[in-house]
């Protein structure tokens, strides 16, 4: 899917744009128990809370493609025969209305997570009549159908009693201990919304955090190994490419690599290209190469890339590559600088000793007071 595609389903689930007329689900606990089984109807009786739950359902389709959201790709093997792919067609067939396939999934589910607290399994079903373009951009009658199903499972926290106050009577009540629903943790939506149609062999797949993958959960829910989450993704990156570069890795070549990057990624943006920014193999080394890196440790890096990340992988650059900032750090100390002023940083040794040296362009503070560095010290 493209990020104009997910753009599109998200507005789905905004109150006046949504026909999702409940939210079904279940509460677990974290001995991984069912405790609760949920069945919320959405409409204008109640429209905060409906409003509420769109809003955190929508959560699964936020974030980059390649980071917080990846695609998942079914063969037609398992499109065919796979009891994972059949359980969330079932589901979807059934608009959620099924008791006995609802309950297999809530089970898969609860079996799979290991979460430090209770938790809720949302799910939402609709249908949606994609709008089609006439040739000078003008929505026309819709001719085909978009029914999916979507996924949150949400950490339920548990608050504190506490005094609340009610306009109705200008006091002060107490209010008993509650849970309250967070944002979720890890969920997906199926099937996929590509080139604005039904994919059943594609389901985008959303994790919040960017060092945990949830890999028993994409392995019972999908049939699939998960995506490397984007930290183990910077730290594999960072590894092969210090290992195959040896003593090219300077700070010299990482500053060029990290200004490429950047200009990629702007280039990117400014060209409206609805498909995701990702990098390959192949256009490291190009850049590797363009940048002066001998052909044998282009090559050494590249067989680290298809180890790590799989031959013929395509990551995103943003997970590797802080392409926004520019830090140096060592155990002691820690250096950020703009990404534009990076050609102010550089390297000298100075009476046998190395040191990081940063150009000084103006007043220098320090804890917000200006120092005078006019003479050495």
């Keep these: 899917m493209t990020d104009r595609e997910l753009r599109e ?55 980059a493609q390649g980071t917080s959201i990846n695609s998942v790709g079914f063969s037609t093997k398992e499109v065919s025969e796979g009891a994972e792919h ?31 607290t209770n938790y809720s399994i949302l799910l939402a079903h609709d249908v949606y009549d994609v709008p089609e373009r006439s040739s000078d951009g003008e929505s026309v009658d819709s001719t085909k159908q978009f029914s999916y199903i979507i996924c949150a499972v949400c950490p339920v926290k548990d608050a504190p009693e506490a005094l609340t106050f009610r306009e109705a009577d200008s006091l002060f009540h107490a209010s008993g201990a509650a849970g309250i629903l967070s944002s979720p943790e890890v969920g997906f939506m199926f099937p996929a919304f590509d080139s604005r149609a039904t994919n059943i062999y594609g389901a985008s797949y959303y994790t919040r955090s960017k060092s945990t993958a949830y890999g028993d959960f994409t392995r019972r829910v ?20 210090s290992e195959a570069l040896s003593e090219e890795c300077d700070l010299h070549l990482v500053r060029a690599l990290h200004g490429v990057v950047g200009e990629m990624v702007e280039a990117h943006k400014e060209s409206k290209t609805p498909e995701p920014l990702t990098i390959t193999r192949h256009t490291m080394g190009e850049m ?23 031959r013929g992988a395509a990551i995103s650059p943003k997970n590797v590559i802080s392409h926004n900032r520019f830090e140096l750090k060592m155990p002691e100390v820690k250096i950020t600088v703009s990404p534009e002023y990076r050609d102010y940083v550089s390297t000298k040794e100075i009476g046998g000793e190395k040191y990081i040296t940063i150009k000084v362009t103006g007043p220098v503070e320090i804890n917000g007071i200006t120092v005078n560095i006019d003479k050495e010290q």
């Design 9 to 63: 389903i998200k507005r789905r689930f905004r109150p006046d744009k949504s026909n999702i007329s409940r939210i079904v689900g279940c509460f677990v606990n974290t001995n991984k128990e069912i405790l609760y089984r949920i069945n919320q109807p959405l409409g204008l009786e109640d429209s905060a809370v409906s409003e509420k739950l769109l809003s955190v359902m929508r959560k699964v389709l936020t974030g």
């Design 86 to 116: 059949k359980l969330l067609m079932d589901m979807r067939a059934s608009g959620l209305r099924d008791g006995e396939v609802l309950e297999r999934f809530y089970r898969t589910v609860a079996e799979s997570l290991e979460l430090d």
């Design 222 to 241: 999908f049939g699939h190994e998960p995506p490397m989450p984007p930290a183990h993704q910077k730290e594999a990156f960072a590894d092969g490419l």
């Design 288 to 310: 590797l190469t363009s940048l002066g890196v001998e052909e044998e440790k282009v090559e050494k890096f590249g067989e680290a890339m298809d180890q790590s990340f799989g």
